[in-house]
Nanobody, 126 residues
Framework: QEQLVESGGGLVQPGGSLTLSCAAS????????MSWYRQAPGKERELIAR?????????????TYADSVKGRFTIFRDDDKDTVSLQMTSLKPEDTAVYYC??????????????WGAGIQVTVSS
């Protein structure tokens, strides 16, 4: 069974730091693009960080970020442990959201299979 389990969320004050982790299992993690999304109350889910994987070579591409988090958040993955993390610094109240781990697993000519974590709350407040 494919699973993505987020951890590390919680309450942090503005300007603080927090690191989220996502443990993956049940699929070919090393060949899967991994992303972090977030969804704030009343807003659509947005992509904030992603590490793509070249389908043919399996090489990991340079991470990309949403403008709202660029320079403050860093995504990284550990293919030996099948985990992907999100380091967050200089946190702002507008970063408050449920954060989701996401995977895209290659599926031959059928494209990709997509998997979602259940989400974890991050609250930035004094």
């Amino acid at each position: 069974q494919e699973q993505l389990v987020e951890s590390g969320g919680g309450l942090v004050q503005p300007g603080g730091s927090l690191t989220l982790s996502c443990a993956a299992s049940g699929f070919l993690f090393s060949r899967s693009a991994m992303s972090w999304y977030r969804q704030a109350p009343g807003k659509e889910r947005e992509l904030i960080a992603r590490i793509a994987v070249e389908r043919i070579t399996g090489n990991h591409r340079t991470p990309t970020y949403a403008d709202s988090v660029k320079g403050r958040f860093t995504i990284f993955r550990d293919d030996d442990k099948d985990t992907v993390s999100l380091q967050m610094t200089s946190l702002k109240p507008e970063d408050t959201a449920v954060y989701y781990c996401h995977a895209e697993e290659p599926n031959g000519r059928f494209g990709n299979l997509e998997y979602w974590g259940a989400g974890i709350q991050v609250t930035v407040s004094s």
